[in-house]
């Protein structure tokens, strides 16, 4: 079985302050960590079990520039057999749209059953690229897995429809699938596994290389752009309703219907 | 003159209420413009959800209604609706943020060879253009992006607009759906959570966390809600207390399980990390009940309570029931 997972390296927002970069348009990465965006090391799992039931090649893909050669390590050390690194300074600047037409220029020409993606990234919270790959690819898709199965040429897939409406789908291969929380848990990677796959080739592949035009990615391919990042104002702290736990709830109660939540 | 194309959603027969509110933010679009709005829904019995939905103060309504659409399917829906779209001459798409529009919205603009602003909390048509805007960096910032390519297409935070009506009724058209373009087969439906009020729509959310210290003491936080009275409330989850096995999933709230906004929110035993205030960080009231008075909770909540969610929490329960009852 050919497997493909499509991650991202993504700042680790859980402690950090944000600032926002001089150009307004991105954050001052001086002082953030990056790592695997979370629901793509929900992908990769899945990846590395399908082909630990099944045998098979899973193929790590990301864009981005050097930097980015840390989580497809990462995702090496997990089980995945080998990577590319899409870079070129033409995709910068990409849109979900652009990133998208990026991977499905690349997987195109590799082999596939399963193209797997996180569901959303922890960034920039779009949740685009899996919808739009499976559309330019042209196979099924199943969004926000939490259960995952590969039977003879199909795969069932768990996901939420709507508020608590959860069902089984099936859908034939290849198909591309997008992980949510939940679908599995990823398995520990030491600094010992990532050494073990530090002489790995990472294969790049410039636009170029995938016979795309310069223009019909990065910015230049993107349908939306963006014009800027705000910070919210720092907000005032609760107002805390002091007294007797009866006159706590009173006053709770009163302050909630003049807002007129109740 | 730009014509905007909503996508509705109906379950079981009934319109989801996101919707109307899709349809208000669609109607604030076309209106400068003189262009029309056009409702399109798909699935199968639809006439009682486009009666509800020509009365929205849509334009017209077009139903995609056959037995090949009663179940949602990504691949056969997202092609129904681009050719909508297409026909429509749309400017602009929406639908709401649900788990529905996340899976369908990305595919129907890539079908269109056009981008997507998903979990938008506005939208604009602004000098000959769409702009949106939403939150990003698990809510630390908010973006603000303009469309550079035609449609525009959003998806929108659910109870961030208010839900539309009183319209008088616009046409209905019915398209039957090609069977052929289904490509995934619904095998099982676990009717996890039916009858219960989904968590993105609900007016009020209560949520607890590891403060509740045990799976049975989610009965705290099911109590409250219920005081609201049926179809008001739902109960939402900690990450901690759903990787705990103690609620399922379906109700986690944050950054990685649902982005809600009611109008009331109530986060109980929940420290307030990040990951969870990304999840609820937009709604408009929030309280937080936590015996930590040093919780970030407090940072971004409106009103706190410093106590004992045990004690607390049933005083509130019953300070509600008697104003929503009289008991």
């Known amino acids: 079985m050919d497997i493909i997972v499509c991650i991202k390296r993504v700042p680790d927002l859980a402690e950090a302050g944000l600032e926002i970069a001089a150009d307004g348009r991105g954050l001052r990465t001086e002082d953030l960590d990056f790592d695997i965006n979370e629901w793509d090391d929900y992908a990769v799992e899945a990846a590395v079990r399908l082909k630990e039931q099944h045998g098979g090649v899973v193929t790590a893909i990301t864009v981005g520039d050097e930097d980015a050669e840390e989580v497809l390590r990462r ?32 997987i195109r020409s590799l082999p596939f059953d399963v193209v797997l993606c996180g569901a959303v990234t922890s960034d920039g919270a779009s949740g685009q690229v899996g919808g739009m790959l499976a559309a330019l690819l042209d196979v099924p898709q199943v969004a926000l897995a939490t259960g995952l199965e590969v039977d003879g040429g199909r795969a069932r897939v768990r996901h939420e429809v709507e508020g608590g409406l959860e069902r089984e789908v099936e859908v034939a291969l290849p198909c591309l699938i997008t992980a949510q929380s939940g679908l599995n848990q990823p398995r520990y990677v030491s600094i010992r596994g990532i050494r073990k796959v ?58 909630l219907r003049e807002r007129g939540g109740l | ?126 000098d000959g253009s769409f702009t949106a805007r939403k939150p990003v960096f698990a809510g630390k910032a908010t973006m603000t992006v303009r469309a550079v390519a035609a449609p ?95 609620r399922p999933h379906s109700e986690q709230v944050g950054q990685t399980g649902k982005v809600v906004s009611p109008p009331l929110y109530f986060a109980i035993g929940i420290s307030g990390a990040i990951q969870h205030v990304a999840g609820m960080r937009t709604a408009r009231t929030i309280v937080a009940i936590n015996k930590d008075g040093d919780a970030p909770i407090f940072k971004i909540a409106d009103y706190g309570i410093v106590g004992d969610a045990f004690e607390v929490v049933p005083a509130l329960t019953a300070a509600i029931a008697e104003l929503k009852h009289g008991r």
């Open chain 1, 75 to 106: 995702a090496l050390a997990m089980g995945a057999d080998q990577a590319i690194l899409l870079d070129d300074a033409a995709f910068a600047g990409a849109d979900p749209f652009a990133i998208a037409t990026a991977l499905h220029a690349c």
């Open chain 1, 198 to 255: 530090a002489d790995v080739a990472i294969a790049a592949r410039s636009a170029g290389d995938l016979g795309l035009a310069a223009t019909a990615v990065g910015e230049a391919g993107s349908r939306v752009r963006l014009e800027g990042l705000l910070l919210p104002p720092a907000g005032k702290r609760a107002e805390i309703l002091e007294g007797s736990l009866d006159a706590a709830v009173a006053t709770l109660v009163e302050r």
């Open chain 2, 1 to 126: 003159m730009s014509n905007v194309v909503v996508v509705a959603e109906v379950r079981g027969g009934l319109l989801k209420r996101p919707s109307l509110e899709a349809v208000t933010a669609a109607l604030q679009l076309a209106g400068p413009s003189g262009g029309k709005v056009v409702a399109i829904a798909c699935g199968a019995g639809l006439d009682a959800a486009c009666a509800e939905l020509g009365k929205s103060g849509v334009h017209q309504v077009v139903a995609l209604d056959g037995a090949p659409f009663a179940s949602y399917s990504g691949d056969g829906y997202a092609k129904a609706v681009a050719e909508q779209v297409r026909a429509a001459g749309a400017g602009a798409v929406l639908m709401a943020h649900t788990a529905m529009g996340k899976d369908l919205l990305p595919r129907v603009s890539a079908l269109l060879g056009t981008g997507i602003v998903t979990d938008a909390i506005a939208v604009a048509a602004q």
């Open chain 2, 152 to 246: 525009f297409v959003a998806t929108l935070r659910p109870n961030t607009w208010a839900p539309a009506g009183g319209g008088v009724p616009a046409p209905v058209t019915k398209v039957a759906p090609a069977p052929g373009d289904l490509l995934a087969v619904v095998r099982e439906v676990v009717a996890q959570g039916g009858g219960r009020t989904p968590l993105q729509e609900a007016k009020v959310v209560v949520a607890g966390g590891r403060g509740l210290k045990e799976a049975q003491h989610f009965k705290l936080i099911e109590d409250l809600a219920a005081a609201f009275g049926p179809g008001v409330a739902a109960v939402g989850a900690s990450r901690a207390v759903v990787d705990a096995g103690w």
